[in-house]
């Protein structure tokens, strides 16, 4: 990268856990392959073809994944502060997901050239009869909770990993009416939905215009790059149907000013087509031309005040590394890229950081 990066970067969305000592949903197979120096690729074949395509590669899932080894992902890049965004802890009773922010929150951050954590965002469901009570325990846990996420994604490609039994559960009655008890608290909203739900989020974001929402990962067009699944995206012509379709679903949600949007997620697998090696700064080239459409569409219709880089780290890391995932973003944005914008600015102002 030619131009000069700004002083104090921010990562507005990276991911911690640790299978061996803590509830994880891989606990059991992480330590009963905790002995081997590398957890082996084929063993995804042991696994459903949803888990498969979206895990890629399953060491940084069943290995701990900690503030040193995001700072060692991160170099030579200088990331000064992250995000982290819940990552599914498990949780027998709805209290038990406070467990999360309060382990995150003890984790050795500053240390040895590891980042601060400048804010949390946690997991609770609105739908949750005692949600007000999980809020608040969350807040209590920890002074740098800002926002909230309940994962959204349903695929009807049963081959596809969906994070939530409701394919409209952004737009269920239930949620909306919930969701007061997260607006109510001044909390932002993380949007992940797939592609094709997008107008949910229009109904949940409409229906509180004054709070906050993050959308993910370019809502996660499953089969935008190549066939994933039983079958989503297995031709040229679908894969055009489904850009289409998504331009103008995400169009529509970024004329809510209330809703901003990450350049995150472009590393994940299933998306299609993975590449065989981690793509790093050098080799950028190879997978910009596919990504290319998303990152200026995402752009061109939220703006540079309403748009930031994320690692998404460590799910994105099987396809590129930290460094190669923005100079993805800023080679694709080019002279429009205002890196004080897309990698600190608005991202503090979001998240409320010092």
Sequence with gaps: MSRPLPDGIIDPHIHQWDPFSTPNRVAREARLLRRLPRVPRWITRLQPRANREFVHDPHHVLRPYLPADYRSDAEPLRVDAVVHIEASWPAPEHLDTVDETRWVSALPWQQDGAPELGALVVHADPR??????????????????????????????????????????LADPDFVRGFAAIAERGLSFEIWTHAH????????????????FVLDHDATPVGIFGPRGRGTGRTARERADLLARWRDDIAALAELPNVLAKHSGLGMPMLGAPPKRPITGATVGEVLDRCAPLIRHVHEVFGAQRTMWASNFPIDKPVHTIPASLELVTEALGSDADLDLLLRDVARRTYRLP
Excluded: I, K, M
């Design 197 to 212: 739900q997008l107008p949910d989020a229009v109904v949940l974001a409409t229906e509180y215009p004054q709070t906050t």
């Design 128 to 169: 949750w009869p005692d949600v007000t009570e999980v809020l608040d325990a969350h807040l209590a846990a920890s002074d740098r909770v800002r926002g909230v996420r309940c994962s959204a994604t349903n695929h009807p490609d049963r081959g596809v990993l969906s994070f939530n039994e409701h394919p409209h559960l």
